[in-house]
Protein backbone atom coordinates (compact mmCIF):
# COMPACT_ATOMS: atom_id res chain seq x y z
CA UNK A 1 0.00 0.00 0.00
CA UNK A 2 2.62 2.82 1.33
CA UNK A 3 4.65 1.60 -2.59
CA UNK A 4 1.50 2.36 -4.76
CA UNK A 5 0.89 5.93 -2.16
CA UNK A 6 4.26 7.00 -3.26
CA UNK A 7 3.64 5.86 -6.90
CA UNK A 8 0.54 8.21 -7.00
CA UNK A 9 0.59 11.02 -4.86
CA UNK A 10 3.12 12.81 -2.73
CA UNK A 11 3.27 11.16 0.32
CA UNK A 12 3.79 12.94 3.73
CA UNK A 13 3.90 10.47 6.30
CA UNK A 14 2.77 11.70 9.92
CA UNK A 15 4.71 10.10 12.22
CA UNK A 16 8.34 11.11 10.60
CA UNK A 17 7.23 14.77 10.89
CA UNK A 18 9.45 16.05 13.81
CA UNK A 19 7.41 19.64 13.76
CA UNK A 20 3.87 18.70 13.38
CA UNK A 21 2.49 21.88 14.18
CA UNK A 22 5.49 23.94 11.67
CA UNK A 23 3.98 21.47 8.97
CA UNK A 24 0.37 22.28 9.60
CA UNK A 25 1.46 25.78 8.88
CA UNK A 26 3.62 25.82 6.10
CA UNK A 27 1.67 22.95 3.92
CA UNK A 28 -1.49 22.01 5.78
CA UNK A 29 -3.51 24.19 2.91
CA UNK A 30 -1.08 21.48 0.05
CA UNK A 31 -3.10 18.52 1.19
CA UNK A 32 -5.77 17.19 -0.45
CA UNK A 33 -5.90 13.83 1.08
CA UNK A 34 -5.72 11.76 4.13
CA UNK A 35 -5.56 8.22 4.48
CA UNK A 36 -5.78 6.99 7.96
CA UNK A 37 -7.30 3.81 10.07
CA UNK A 38 -10.23 3.72 11.97
CA UNK A 39 -8.12 3.68 15.26
CA UNK A 40 -6.18 7.20 15.04
CA UNK A 41 -8.61 8.40 12.63
CA UNK A 42 -7.82 12.25 12.28
CA UNK A 43 -7.89 14.74 15.12
CA UNK A 44 -10.05 17.50 15.30
CA UNK A 45 -6.85 19.74 15.61
CA UNK A 46 -5.65 18.31 12.58
CA UNK A 47 -8.25 18.18 10.47
CA UNK A 48 -9.02 22.35 11.25
CA UNK A 49 -5.39 22.43 10.26
CA UNK A 50 -6.14 21.15 6.81
CA UNK A 51 -8.01 23.92 5.17
CA UNK A 52 -8.21 22.34 1.47
CA UNK A 53 -8.82 18.75 2.58
CA UNK A 54 -11.34 16.77 0.31
CA UNK A 55 -10.99 13.14 1.01
CA UNK A 56 -10.39 10.81 4.11
CA UNK A 57 -9.67 7.35 2.88
CA UNK A 58 -9.65 5.18 5.66
CA UNK A 59 -7.96 1.83 6.15
CA UNK A 60 -10.69 -0.55 8.21
CA UNK A 61 -14.00 -0.75 8.15
CA UNK A 62 -14.49 0.73 11.36
CA UNK A 63 -14.51 4.81 11.37
CA UNK A 64 -15.25 5.90 15.10
CA UNK A 65 -11.75 7.91 15.04
CA UNK A 66 -12.95 10.00 12.14
CA UNK A 67 -15.38 13.00 12.82
CA UNK A 68 -17.98 12.47 10.24
CA UNK A 69 -20.32 15.19 10.79
CA UNK A 70 -17.16 17.76 10.49
CA UNK A 71 -16.67 16.25 7.66
CA UNK A 72 -19.79 16.32 5.72
CA UNK A 73 -20.01 19.81 6.94
CA UNK A 74 -17.17 20.88 4.89
CA UNK A 75 -17.81 18.49 1.92
CA UNK A 76 -14.80 15.78 2.71
CA UNK A 77 -15.58 12.50 1.54
CA UNK A 78 -15.24 9.89 4.12
CA UNK A 79 -14.29 6.14 2.72
CA UNK A 80 -13.80 3.05 4.45
CA UNK A 81 -12.77 -0.51 3.35
CA UNK A 82 -16.02 -2.54 4.26
CA UNK A 83 -16.55 -6.18 2.84
CA UNK A 84 -13.06 -7.66 1.75
CA UNK A 85 -12.55 -8.36 5.62
CA UNK A 86 -15.85 -10.30 6.35
CA UNK A 87 -14.42 -13.80 6.11
CA UNK A 88 -11.32 -13.25 8.16
CA UNK A 89 -13.46 -11.00 10.89
CA UNK A 90 -15.96 -13.35 11.10
CA UNK A 91 -13.29 -16.91 11.03
CA UNK A 92 -11.80 -14.44 14.03
CA UNK A 93 -15.15 -14.73 15.88
CA UNK A 94 -15.27 -18.58 15.55
CA UNK A 95 -11.62 -19.12 16.21
CA UNK A 96 -12.23 -17.50 19.67
CA UNK A 97 -15.32 -19.13 20.66
CA UNK A 98 -13.67 -23.08 19.80
CA UNK A 99 -10.38 -21.85 21.58
CA UNK A 100 -12.76 -20.68 24.41
CA UNK A 101 -15.26 -23.55 24.40
CA UNK A 102 -12.18 -25.65 23.98
CA UNK A 103 -9.70 -24.26 26.05
CA UNK A 104 -7.18 -23.84 22.82
CA UNK A 105 -5.11 -22.15 24.79
CA UNK A 106 -5.11 -24.18 28.28
CA UNK A 107 -4.42 -27.26 26.34
CA UNK A 108 -1.71 -26.19 24.55
CA UNK A 109 0.60 -25.53 28.08
CA UNK A 110 -1.13 -28.87 29.33
CA UNK A 111 1.49 -30.38 26.34
CA UNK A 112 3.98 -28.27 26.61
CA UNK A 113 4.03 -27.73 30.47
CA UNK A 114 4.20 -31.68 30.88
CA UNK A 115 1.10 -32.05 32.62
CA UNK A 116 -0.32 -34.40 30.09
CA UNK A 117 2.77 -36.70 31.76
CA UNK A 118 1.90 -36.21 35.16
CA UNK A 119 -1.48 -35.61 35.49
CA UNK A 120 -2.71 -37.40 32.73
CA UNK A 121 -5.94 -35.93 30.05
CA UNK A 122 -6.94 -32.39 30.41
CA UNK A 123 -10.41 -31.94 31.56
CA UNK A 124 -13.52 -32.24 29.58
CA UNK A 125 -14.41 -28.64 27.45
CA UNK A 126 -17.35 -28.18 25.69
CA UNK A 127 -18.52 -28.30 22.40
CA UNK A 128 -19.84 -25.50 19.94
CA UNK A 129 -21.56 -27.78 17.57
CA UNK A 130 -25.56 -26.87 17.97
CA UNK A 131 -24.90 -24.16 20.26
CA UNK A 132 -27.28 -21.23 20.81
CA UNK A 133 -25.59 -18.31 19.40
CA UNK A 134 -26.52 -14.41 19.63
CA UNK A 135 -25.23 -12.02 17.36
CA UNK A 136 -25.33 -8.45 18.03
CA UNK A 137 -24.80 -6.56 15.11
CA UNK A 138 -26.08 -8.69 12.02
CA UNK A 139 -24.05 -6.24 9.12
CA UNK A 140 -22.03 -7.52 6.74
CA UNK A 141 -19.78 -9.46 8.94
CA UNK A 142 -22.23 -10.22 11.30
CA UNK A 143 -24.40 -12.38 8.86
CA UNK A 144 -21.08 -13.70 7.29
CA UNK A 145 -20.41 -15.32 10.68
CA UNK A 146 -24.39 -16.34 11.00
CA UNK A 147 -23.85 -18.09 7.76
CA UNK A 148 -20.33 -19.76 8.20
CA UNK A 149 -21.91 -21.11 12.19
CA UNK A 150 -24.14 -23.16 10.24
CA UNK A 151 -21.52 -25.26 9.28
CA UNK A 152 -21.46 -26.11 13.45
CA UNK A 153 -25.41 -26.31 13.49
CA UNK A 154 -25.90 -23.58 15.73
CA UNK A 155 -28.86 -21.81 16.46
CA UNK A 156 -28.92 -18.40 15.61
CA UNK A 157 -30.40 -15.36 17.15
CA UNK A 158 -29.37 -11.72 16.50
CA UNK A 159 -29.93 -8.05 17.82
CA UNK A 160 -29.66 -4.87 16.08
CA UNK A 161 -32.20 -1.90 15.66
CA UNK A 162 -33.96 -2.91 12.98
CA UNK A 163 -35.28 -6.45 12.35
CA UNK A 164 -34.25 -7.98 9.01
CA UNK A 165 -37.38 -10.02 7.97
CA UNK A 166 -35.43 -11.38 4.87
CA UNK A 167 -32.87 -13.32 6.92
CA UNK A 168 -33.91 -16.96 8.33
CA UNK A 169 -32.48 -15.99 12.04
CA UNK A 170 -34.92 -15.03 14.98
CA UNK A 171 -34.89 -10.97 16.03
CA UNK A 172 -35.08 -9.56 19.50
CA UNK A 173 -35.74 -6.36 19.81
CA UNK A 174 -34.01 -6.54 23.48
CA UNK A 175 -29.95 -7.54 23.89
CA UNK A 176 -30.84 -8.81 27.60
CA UNK A 177 -34.00 -11.16 27.00
CA UNK A 178 -31.33 -12.48 24.01
CA UNK A 179 -28.05 -12.65 25.96
CA UNK A 180 -30.82 -14.99 28.47
CA UNK A 181 -31.14 -17.30 25.70
CA UNK A 182 -28.43 -17.78 23.90
CA UNK A 183 -25.18 -19.98 25.16
CA UNK A 184 -22.24 -17.95 22.94
CA UNK A 185 -23.08 -13.56 22.52
CA UNK A 186 -20.59 -12.35 19.86
CA UNK A 187 -20.30 -8.53 19.57
CA UNK A 188 -20.24 -7.05 16.16
CA UNK A 189 -21.02 -3.45 15.71
CA UNK A 190 -19.63 -0.41 15.23
CA UNK A 191 -18.53 1.32 18.19
CA UNK A 192 -20.36 4.74 18.66
CA UNK A 193 -22.11 6.38 20.76
CA UNK A 194 -25.15 4.64 20.08
CA UNK A 195 -23.73 0.87 20.92
CA UNK A 196 -21.52 2.68 24.10
CA UNK A 197 -21.05 -0.21 26.45
CA UNK A 198 -24.27 -1.80 25.80
CA UNK A 199 -22.78 -4.89 26.95
CA UNK A 200 -23.52 -4.13 30.74
CA UNK A 201 -24.11 -5.90 33.39
CA UNK A 202 -27.46 -6.78 33.40
CA UNK A 203 -26.52 -8.23 29.66
CA UNK A 204 -23.26 -9.83 31.00
CA UNK A 205 -25.08 -11.67 34.07
CA UNK A 206 -28.09 -12.68 31.54
CA UNK A 207 -25.51 -14.78 29.82
CA UNK A 208 -24.55 -15.98 32.92
CA UNK A 209 -22.27 -18.67 34.32
CA UNK A 210 -22.71 -21.12 30.81
CA UNK A 211 -22.43 -18.59 28.95
CA UNK A 212 -19.47 -16.81 27.33
CA UNK A 213 -18.81 -13.29 25.11
CA UNK A 214 -17.07 -12.79 22.27
CA UNK A 215 -15.94 -8.98 21.19
CA UNK A 216 -14.90 -8.82 17.79
CA UNK A 217 -16.71 -5.39 17.46
CA UNK A 218 -14.97 -2.76 19.35
CA UNK A 219 -13.97 -2.78 22.86
CA UNK A 220 -16.46 0.34 23.34
CA UNK A 221 -19.35 -1.79 23.27
CA UNK A 222 -18.70 -3.35 26.29
CA UNK A 223 -18.60 -2.40 30.05
CA UNK A 224 -14.79 -4.03 30.46
CA UNK A 225 -14.71 -3.54 34.06
CA UNK A 226 -17.87 -5.02 34.30
CA UNK A 227 -16.93 -7.92 32.31
CA UNK A 228 -14.02 -8.65 34.57
CA UNK A 229 -15.86 -8.36 37.85
CA UNK A 230 -17.71 -10.83 36.29
CA UNK A 231 -15.36 -13.41 35.08
CA UNK A 232 -13.47 -13.01 38.25
CA UNK A 233 -17.03 -13.80 40.61
CA UNK A 234 -17.66 -16.89 38.10
CA UNK A 235 -21.14 -15.04 36.81
CA UNK A 236 -20.25 -15.63 33.38
CA UNK A 237 -18.43 -18.53 31.56
CA UNK A 238 -15.62 -17.09 29.62
CA UNK A 239 -14.84 -14.56 26.69
CA UNK A 240 -12.85 -14.06 23.83
CA UNK A 241 -12.17 -10.54 22.80
CA UNK A 242 -9.86 -9.14 20.38
CA UNK A 243 -11.00 -5.79 20.62
CA UNK A 244 -10.79 -3.58 24.16
CA UNK A 245 -11.70 -0.54 25.60
CA UNK A 246 -8.44 1.70 26.28
CA UNK A 247 -5.89 -0.80 23.59
CA UNK A 248 -3.52 -1.60 23.49
CA UNK A 249 -4.09 -1.98 27.49
CA UNK A 250 -5.58 -4.71 28.70
CA UNK A 251 -6.85 -5.22 32.38
CA UNK A 252 -4.18 -7.61 33.45
CA UNK A 253 -6.79 -9.83 35.64
CA UNK A 254 -8.09 -11.21 31.92
CA UNK A 255 -4.59 -12.80 30.99
CA UNK A 256 -4.61 -15.08 34.22
CA UNK A 257 -7.57 -16.40 33.34
CA UNK A 258 -8.28 -20.13 31.48
CA UNK A 259 -10.96 -19.00 30.33
CA UNK A 260 -10.24 -15.97 28.35
CA UNK A 261 -8.48 -16.25 25.22
CA UNK A 262 -7.64 -12.43 23.97
CA UNK A 263 -5.73 -11.73 20.31
CA UNK A 264 -4.48 -8.04 20.06
CA UNK A 265 -7.35 -6.60 17.40
CA UNK A 266 -6.02 -8.58 14.90
CA UNK A 267 -9.66 -10.15 13.16
CA UNK A 268 -8.60 -8.76 9.90
CA UNK A 269 -4.65 -8.61 10.35
CA UNK A 270 -4.11 -11.42 7.28
CA UNK A 271 -1.98 -10.87 4.72
CA UNK A 272 -5.02 -11.62 2.01
CA UNK A 273 -7.31 -9.01 3.88
CA UNK A 274 -4.92 -6.70 4.58
CA UNK A 275 -3.43 -6.52 1.04
CA UNK A 276 -7.34 -6.40 -0.14
CA UNK A 277 -8.02 -3.39 2.48
CA UNK A 278 -4.75 -1.59 1.37
CA UNK A 279 -6.01 -1.98 -2.71
CA UNK A 280 -9.19 -0.62 -1.82
CA UNK A 281 -7.95 2.33 0.56
CA UNK A 282 -6.08 2.95 -2.97
CA UNK A 283 -8.68 2.18 -5.22
CA UNK A 284 -10.96 5.24 -3.24
CA UNK A 285 -8.24 7.62 -3.39
CA UNK A 286 -7.48 6.92 -7.15
CA UNK A 287 -11.17 7.23 -8.39
CA UNK A 288 -11.61 10.34 -6.41
CA UNK A 289 -9.00 12.43 -7.76
CA UNK A 290 -9.66 10.97 -11.42
CA UNK A 291 -13.28 11.80 -11.11
CA UNK A 292 -14.40 12.49 -8.56
CA UNK A 293 -16.11 8.98 -7.72
CA UNK A 294 -15.44 6.37 -4.97
CA UNK A 295 -15.87 2.95 -4.31
CA UNK A 296 -17.08 2.44 -0.67
CA UNK A 297 -18.31 5.92 0.94
CA UNK A 298 -18.48 5.04 4.52
CA UNK A 299 -22.83 5.70 4.94
CA UNK A 300 -23.03 9.33 5.50
CA UNK A 301 -21.07 10.04 2.53
CA UNK A 302 -22.86 8.07 0.57
CA UNK A 303 -25.17 10.68 -1.14
CA UNK A 304 -22.16 13.34 -1.06
CA UNK A 305 -21.74 14.71 -4.58
CA UNK A 306 -18.17 16.08 -5.34
CA UNK A 307 -16.67 17.65 -8.10
CA UNK A 308 -13.97 15.93 -10.33
CA UNK A 309 -10.69 17.26 -9.18
CA UNK A 310 -8.81 16.99 -12.73
P1 LIG B 1 -22.24 -3.05 9.21
O1 LIG B 1 -22.50 -1.59 9.17
O2 LIG B 1 -22.44 -3.85 7.98
O3 LIG B 1 -23.10 -3.73 10.38
C1 LIG B 1 -23.29 -3.14 11.63
C2 LIG B 1 -24.43 -3.85 12.34
O4 LIG B 1 -24.54 -3.32 13.66
C3 LIG B 1 -25.76 -3.69 11.66
O5 LIG B 1 -26.44 -4.91 11.66
C4 LIG B 1 -26.48 -2.69 12.53
O6 LIG B 1 -27.85 -2.98 12.41
C5 LIG B 1 -25.91 -3.00 13.90
N1 LIG B 1 -25.97 -1.87 14.84
C6 LIG B 1 -25.37 -0.66 14.71
N2 LIG B 1 -25.66 0.11 15.78
C7 LIG B 1 -26.45 -0.63 16.58
C8 LIG B 1 -27.08 -0.39 17.83
N3 LIG B 1 -26.94 0.77 18.47
N4 LIG B 1 -27.81 -1.38 18.38
C9 LIG B 1 -27.97 -2.57 17.74
N5 LIG B 1 -27.39 -2.86 16.55
C10 LIG B 1 -26.64 -1.90 15.99
O7 LIG B 1 -20.74 -3.18 9.72
P2 LIG B 1 -19.71 -4.39 9.51
O8 LIG B 1 -20.41 -5.67 9.79
O9 LIG B 1 -19.00 -4.23 8.24
O10 LIG B 1 -18.67 -4.06 10.70
C11 LIG B 1 -19.13 -3.97 12.04
C12 LIG B 1 -18.04 -3.44 12.95
O11 LIG B 1 -17.07 -4.44 13.20
C13 LIG B 1 -17.19 -2.28 12.41
O12 LIG B 1 -17.87 -1.05 12.52
C14 LIG B 1 -15.97 -2.34 13.30
O13 LIG B 1 -16.17 -1.56 14.45
C15 LIG B 1 -15.90 -3.82 13.69
N6 LIG B 1 -14.73 -4.48 13.09
C16 LIG B 1 -13.73 -4.98 13.90
C17 LIG B 1 -12.62 -5.56 13.34
C18 LIG B 1 -11.52 -6.09 14.19
O14 LIG B 1 -10.37 -6.07 13.77
N7 LIG B 1 -11.82 -6.62 15.37
C19 LIG B 1 -12.43 -5.67 11.89
C20 LIG B 1 -13.56 -5.17 11.14
C21 LIG B 1 -14.65 -4.59 11.73
P3 LIG B 1 -29.01 -1.88 12.41
O15 LIG B 1 -28.49 -0.71 11.63
O16 LIG B 1 -30.19 -2.55 11.80
O17 LIG B 1 -29.16 -1.60 13.85
Redesign the pocket.
Known amino acids: MMDEFHRHFTVHVWDDIADKDGFLASHGADIAAVATN ?1 HDGVAPDIMAGLGNLKIISCY ?5 AIDTSVATARGIMVTHT ?2 V ?2 ND ?1 AN ?1 AIMLMLAVSRRLVHDHDWVCSGRWQEQGNAPLTRSIEGAKVGI ?8 TIARKLGAFACDIA ?5 E ?1 PDLPYRFYDD ?1 TAMAKDVDYLIA ?5 A ?2 YQ ?1 INREVIDALGPDGTLIN ?3 GSVVDEDALVAALEDGRLGGAGL ?2 FANEPHVPPALCKMDNVTLTP ?5 TVETRRAMGDLTIENLLRFFNDGSVTTPV ?1 ECAHMKVAPLR
Do not use: C
Open positions: GGVGYDPILNVTFGLGRIGQYHTRTKLITPGDSTKVGRDVHVASAP
